[in-house]
């Protein structure tokens, strides 16, 4: 298993299928120092679904600031966007 890392983050967008989703949502990471480490994305019928990896060590915004960023970028899109700590996202999801 890979080790953990305090800067990184899982970040998740869901919503209807339409034209700029990952444009509007990577210009955000983009402009604020993010990396994105890994990335799924997949369409179901009209249902777009995303999955980030990313490491915020040189992250420009505080946790709480890019949390806010990526949920504005998402409402104007209209899709929910969310990030959690990877540590805690594991936590919640282990079997």
Known sequence: MAEL??????????GKN????L?????VLGETNVDIRDITQSV???IFTMTMLADTSACTLDFTG?????TAAGEEIGVSVQMQREDVFNFMYRL
């Open 66 to 70: 890019l949390q806010q960023e990526l």
């Open 23 to 27: 444009a509007a949502i990577t210009a």
């Open 44 to 46: 179901i019928e009209d």
């Open 18 to 21: 339409r034209p700029g989703i």
């Open 5 to 14: 890392s305090p800067t990184r983050v899982v970040i998740t967008v869901l």
